[in-house]
């Protein structure tokens, strides 16, 4: 996978995940371009784009769209399963998840997305182990827990 | 609904935060979501973008303040940093926080490192200098006993890490892979994965623990593995045989519901794609009952990896059912899929696209662009001459809709495939269709569009078909369109497009009857006066009108343009109507200069310029200081210090006559070249002004007028318009019929589509043709391989031979023996030539690169077999016999030529009869390539021949008196070429076929093709300085250019020696920091070369009599000196 991003149905951008090195302004262009593109998309109609020599897979999921772009020996398919099983991870995470707990809590977002995908493969399979290694991460703000995970 | 829930939130700001799982201190929770949060709702509650850009440069000025402000605890700093990614995610600069994004990620505790490696992965990316800041972070995290801070470290290395300090990280990484925890052991493996991507030679070294974490007992871990042997058996597939077992097993476990990794069964059938087992798909084939995505993701793998291994009925038959699925199935996206199906296996199977001919004609006409898009490039593979109408036509529909480049781009490229680019057989049916088809092209596809697609157009116009009149007819309809659409009034036309119109209104007015080249020329004349035109079109278009002017009567417009442009601030244009005004002076001249319909044949320019030397001559006599070319100039600036010491043959400067042949060959094109620089260096505009060269002056000076032929041709030309305007494409006179009936008829309409667009798709078509011949090879290639390791045994035999090895030759076929024997081998080789050499003591043979060359040809042999565990290799008693023959025979026949350096036989072709290999023998005076068929098959060969294709740049000859007439069975014959090289280049391919009859008179036709390179044909000049310095001078054709030299050969000398070595160039002496070498291109075309070394640059000269070859030279020289 070459980048993710998720932007509301105003066009705004909501969490951007770049697995390949691009410099600041080739990141707003394509930004830009896609948001603009992908929005203009009727809902029937169908969730791949051929963009540029990128695949692009994007689901809308309520006013949030899941934007991802592969190539071109990937697999459409099993992007859109990848980016549902993120939404479900969100999901079950912040317990019925909506645009607003991305927008207030976006870093969790990132957290969850790092222990789901790395470098742009998928790490983990299993929803329960992601969720068991961010809960794991985010009681150590309890101080007690330190000594608990040392080994 | 979004907007609702936004409103209900900003009334009751605190309620989503008691949603938040993972409790803490509600306190600071709310202390730090009010500032992100005030932050994001000041923001939302904005309207206009101005305004945002106030609040958040304001929100980053306070931003900037507190992180550097001293007292900022890392608390503040933690949430000072979430501020600053949302910052950043709205696209405004942040990068004053990036340090302390890293200082964060270094000095906080758990949770603001958390936060810190989070800023610091979002913000940097992998060659950002400040990266270098965190290895030591990471280093000391990866080494804690904390899991959790391990973890973060390890994720955020396989994000961003520089690649140079890998080694860094490396060691600590690698012990994490039998950490206890499967979490870290999947994380290392993914790091390790990351490094592989970027830096693949710095994990050489641990390719054996991969296989380790394949066999993990942790699922997770095994797929995360699975990641790096897709990406190495991608890059090398042979290299990993041994593996399929285990990918079958977990295929297995997979399959029998053991394992749940659901989601890497698309990687394992990737990697399964090289060496499949067919068995395992068929499971997978049928399981696939539910409607979910994974199952359907993984079934579309599956029907991919059917059609691309070696095929088999019953899985085809499957797949083809599975793609009918996809195709008819109602949901868009799976549609789309099917599709895309279908147009991976059209070619093989187009009986399947005609089962489904009526969905993708539905498909034609979806709402959604991007299914069309699909369904046009299925169709686009399926074009034959029958449908090509139809299908360009929906193309052209679908072009004139869509807006996006990218799209236009393609779409257009893929409609000149069909008709232009494709020009040993275009599709297109009559001459109207063609044009028009092409202008709308033009007209869409415009500027954007390649550049050889309107340079092939033209190309097409002016070389045509085999009939001449048709070609006529052509070009006749072309310049009537094109009248026709000049005509319009306020159209723009792209400039492409127009320069096209004017090239071919140039050229082929004349066949015009009714139109005078003087209403061209008005025509011509007025579009310059356009401002809209660009300044290059103009060039164009002002070709165009001095190749009219003398078949005009009246010239009023000429002389009104000449007037206009040469007062042009236009420094080309104003130079084009210079020369225009003078040959328009002399309109007699103009017409030698300017024939009619010449613009195919080939012009030989006079590159040295000599019928110039009387003028320079002159000139020189008048005390006028000797011409210098560019760098000559430029390298004397350079040693200014030393002025005085000229060049090294300066002595013989004055011997010559004039200096004024030192001119560099592109020099007489000088003008125009510049002129027209901003035209790509489009052949037509560059062949309209040589054609003023060459006519006027040739080597044996003033050439004598040729004859125009106007008229004889034009006359049968002319043709009603209404009835090309018939022809006109079927398709839309069928529309415009249907639109009057009635709704039932629809369907027959489409069903007519339908039909115009499959004709030729039946079983008997050439598509299908083309698919059978796919099979055919496929099913050679198992067996290949078997003869291949034949071949590399009689070529091990032949080397035998030449060193009387021969004990070798009856080498017990046993694997495991053959295996390390041919490694052996491998090496001896190498021995032996190097003996022959030494024993054979011919000078031709030092001089050319030994060692190199049979490296090449032999090591490959053993790695055919590093591979070889899946296949046993026993081969028949007989054959040993005829290995033992064969190598006598052969090296009867390798006495007479070993004298020559050759190198190691090449098995190019085979099948169950025959077995081709082939050599090539570097005699001094031509290149022998050697071909000696194998007759492997226990039956004599009645009448073998061999055929070597015509190229363009060779000359291939028979040599006689080593062919028998009949091939015994098991035996070997031989047949010589000699090969002379006609044109240099850089590698061509040989291609023939050999013929043969067998006992039972079936008779068979095997082709074959070999690669033959510049350096075939290079032989060391030997000749002395003096002679150099003489020849030096006589050359016109130079070429200059500086080269960088690695550390190792930084010497002149040893820079030299790689040039004898690789490229056979003769040193004829070193002074100082100066070398001279020579070469010849076989027959007889000798190449100069200087060199001069200054620091790490080597500056090379060639010069030479041919005007190509010192910029071949050049390139194999930059090979080479880069190369090592």
Redesign the interface.
């Known amino acids: 996978m070459q980048f993710m991003l998720l932007f509301s149905r105003q066009g705004k951008l909501r969490l951007q995940k770049w697995y390949v090195p691009l410099s600041d302004k080739e990141k707003k262009k394509i930004t830009r371009e896609l948001v603009q593109t992908v929005l203009a998309r009727k809902p029937k109609m169908c969730s791949f784009l051929e963009w540029r020599d990128l695949k692009i897979v994007y689901k809308r999921y309520a006013s949030l769209y899941f934007c991802c772009a592969i190539e071109d020996q990937d697999n459409e398919l099993i992007t859109l399963e990848i980016i549902h099983r993120y939404v479900e991870l969100l999901d079950k995470y912040f317990g019925s998840v909506c645009e607003l707990d991305i927008i207030f809590n976006f870093e969790k977002a990132y957290f969850i997305l790092d222990e789901f995908l790395l470098g742009g493969e998928v790490q983990e399979t299993s929803k329960k182990n992601v969720l068991k290694a961010i809960e794991q991460a985010d009681l150590l703000q309890e101080p007690w827990m330190h000594s608990v995970l040392r080994e | 609904?979004?907007d609702i829930?936004?409103k209900t939130?900003t009334a009751l700001p605190g309620l989503?935060l008691q949603?938040?799982?993972?409790?803490?201190?509600a306190a600071a929770k709310a202390s730090f979501?009010s500032r992100?949060?005030s932050l994001?709702r000041g923001i939302t509650a904005l309207t206009s973008k101005h305004e945002e850009e106030k609040l958040i440069q304001q929100e980053l000025s306070s931003l900037k303040a507190t992180v550097s402000a001293p007292t900022t605890t890392l608390k503040m700093m933690k949430e000072c940093m979430?501020r600053l990614?949302?910052c950043e995610?709205?696209?405004y600069?942040a990068s004053f926080g990036y340090i302390h994004a890293i200082k964060l990620a270094q000095q906080g505790n758990?949770?603001e490192k958390?936060?810190g490696y989070?800023a610091v992965?979002?913000f940097l990316?992998?060659?950002h200098e400040l990266l270098l800041l965190l290895v030591n972070t990471v280093v000391k995290d990866l080494q804690s006993?904390?899991?959790?801070e391990v973890?973060?470290a390890l994720?955020v290395v396989?994000?961003i890490f520089p690649r140079e300090m890998i080694p860094a990280v490396l060691p600590l990484i690698e012990d994490k892979l039998q950490h206890s925890k499967e979490?870290i052991r999947?994380?290392a493996v993914?790091a390790l994965?990351?490094f592989h991507?970027i830096a693949p030679n710095q994990v050489q070294h641990i390719h054996i623990k991969f296989r380790k974490a394949l066999c993990d007992r942790d699922v997770?871990v095994m797929?995360?593995s699975l990641?790096i042997y897709l990406r190495m058996i991608k890059e090398n597939s042979s290299g990993y045989k041994d593996l399929t077992g285990s990918f079958v097993t977990i295929l297995k476990q997979v399959v029998g519901g053991k394992l749940?990794?659901?989601?890497?069964y698309?990687i394992l059938l990737?990697v399964l794609q090289k060496y499949i087992l067919l068995l395992y798909l068929t499971m997978i084939l049928t399981i696939s009952a539910i409607f979910i995505?994974?199952s359907?993701?993984i079934l579309?793998?599956c029907v991919h990896t059917v059609y691309s291994i070696y095929p088999k009925s019953e899985l085809l038959e499957k797949a083809a059912k599975c793609i009918g699925k996809f195709v008819l199935s109602p949901k868009?996206?799976l549609?789309?899929?099917g599709l895309k199906a279908l147009t991976y296996v059209i070619q093989q199977d187009p009986t399947l696209a005609l089962q489904h001919q009526m969905t993708i004609i539905e498909c034609l006409d979806h709402?959604?662009p991007?299914?069309k898009?699909e369904t046009l490039e299925l169709l686009y593979r399926i074009t034959n001459a029958q449908n090509v109408t139809v299908i360009v036509q929906k193309m052209l529909e679908y072009l004139h809709q869509s807006k996006e480049e990218?799209v236009i781009v393609n779409l257009v490229g893929k409609i000149a495939d069909v008709l232009v680019l494709n020009t040993v057989d275009t599709y297109a049916p009559d001459n109207a269709w063609f044009i028009q088809t092409m202008n709308a092209v033009f007209s869409v596809g415009g500027d954007v569009m390649h550049p050889d697609i309107p340079n092939n157009f033209l190309r097409l116009l002016a070389e045509g078909f085999d009939d001449e009149t048709e070609d006529q007819q052509l070009r006749l309809y072309a310049v009537q369109s094109y009248l026709t659409l000049l005509d319009m009034e306020n159209v723009i036309y792209p400039q492409r497009f127009l320069q096209v119109m004017s090239w071919v209104l140039g050229e082929y007015s004349y066949l015009l009857d009714k139109e005078t080249p003087a209403e061209v020329i008005a025509k011509l004349y007025r579009l310059l006066m356009n401002d809209s035109v660009s300044s290059e079109t103009k060039t164009w278009l002002i070709a165009a009108v001095t190749k009219l002017t003398p078949q005009a009567h009246s010239s009023d417009t000429v002389e009104r343009l000449i007037h206009e442009f040469t007062i042009s601030l236009d420094t080309c244009m104003r130079q084009h109507a210079f020369e225009l005004k003078h040959l328009h002076e002399n309109v007699e001249l103009m017409k030698s200069l300017l024939p009619v319909d010449r613009s195919c044949e080939d012009l030989a320019v006079d590159a040295s310029l000599s019928f110039l030397d009387g003028f320079v001559a002159e000139g020189l006599s008048q005390g006028a200081a000797p011409y210098k070319p560019h760098h000559q100039r430029q390298e004397e600036k350079l040693s200014q210090e030393k002025v005085l010491n000229f060049e090294p043959y300066g002595l013989s400067f004055s011997s010559s006559g004039f200096t004024g042949r030192q001119s560099p060959a592109g020099i007489s094109l000088g003008s125009d070249i510049s002129g027209n620089s901003a035209e790509t260096g489009l052949k037509e505009t560059n062949s309209l002004k040589l054609e003023g060269i060459k006519k006027l002056w040739g080597k044996e000076g003033y050439l004598p007028k040729k004859e125009s032929k106007t008229g004889d041709e034009s006359g049968a030309l002319p043709i009603p318009q209404e009835s090309i305007m018939e022809n006109v494409d079927q398709a839309i006179t069928k529309k415009d019929q249907s639109q009057v009936l009635t709704q039932s008829k629809e369907e027959k309409e489409k069903q007519l589509l339908a039909s115009s667009l499959f004709v030729g798709l039946g079983s008997e078509s050439t598509v299908n043709l083309l698919g059978k011949a796919d099979t055919v090879s496929h099913k050679f290639r198992r067996k290949s391989k078997v003869k291949e390791a034949k071949s590399g045994e009689t070529t091990s035999t032949h080397n035998m031979t030449c060193s009387s090895f021969s004990s070798l030759s009856n080498v017990a076929y046993e694997d495991d023996y053959y295996l390390n024997t041919l490694h052996d081998r491998g090496d001896k080789e190498l021995k032996t030539f190097s003996l022959n050499s030494e024993l054979l003591d011919s000078e031709s043979l030092t001089e050319l690169p030994l060692v190199e060359k049979f490296s090449n040809c032999s090591l490959s042999t053993p790695s055919l077999f590093a591979d070889n565990s899946m296949e046993i290799f026993h081969p028949p008693k007989s054959t040993a016999a005829s290995v033992a023959k064969e190598s006598s025979l052969a090296s009867s026949f390798l006495e007479e030529t070993t004298e020559y350096i050759h190198s190691n036989a090449m098995e190019i072709c085979n099948n169950e009869t025959i077995s081709v290999s082939s050599y090539k023998i570097w005699k001094d005076d031509c290149l022998l390539m050697v071909w000696s068929v194998t007759n492997k098959s226990g039956l004599e060969l009645k009448s073998a021949n061999l055929e070597i294709f015509p190229a363009e740049n060779f000359k291939v000859t028979e040599q006689p008196g080593c062919c028998l007439p009949v091939t015994e069975a098991e035996s070997t014959r031989s047949f010589q070429y000699s090969v002379q090289i006609e044109k240099p280049f850089t590698e061509e391919i040989l291609s023939g076929f050999i013929s043969y009859h067998m006992m039972d008179t079936h008779s068979a036709q095997l082709e074959f093709s070999v690669n033959l390179s510049l350096l075939d044909f290079i032989r060391p000049l030997k000749i002395s300085s003096e002679d150099f310095g003489k020849l030096w001078l006589s050359f016109a054709n130079d070429v200059k250019q500086n080269v960088k030299m690695s550390e190792s050969q930084a010497a002149l000398p040893s820079a030299l020696k790689t040039l004898q070595q690789k490229l056979r160039l003769h040193i004829i002496e070193i002074i100082g920091n100066e070398g001279l070498l020579a070469c010849q291109l076989l027959p007889s075309i000798p190449c100069l070369l200087h060199c001069r070394v200054y620091a790490d640059v080597l500056a090379l000269w060639f010069r030479s009599s041919c005007s190509t070859l010192p910029d071949y030279l050049l390139y194999q020289c930059q090979k080479v000196m880069e190369g090592s």
């Open positions: 609904m979004s829930v936004e939130l989503f949603n938040q799982p993972g409790g803490g201190p979501s992100l949060g994001v979430v990614i949302y995610m709205l696209g600069d758990l949770l958390r936060v989070l992965s979002l990316h992998e060659s006993t904390n899991l959790v973890c973060m994720t396989s994000q979490i999947r994380k993914l994965y990351k991507l997770g797929a995360a990641h749940p990794v659901d989601f890497n698309h990737q995505f994974l359907l993701a579309f793998e868009i996206n549609k789309y899929l709402p959604d991007i299914i898009r990218y």
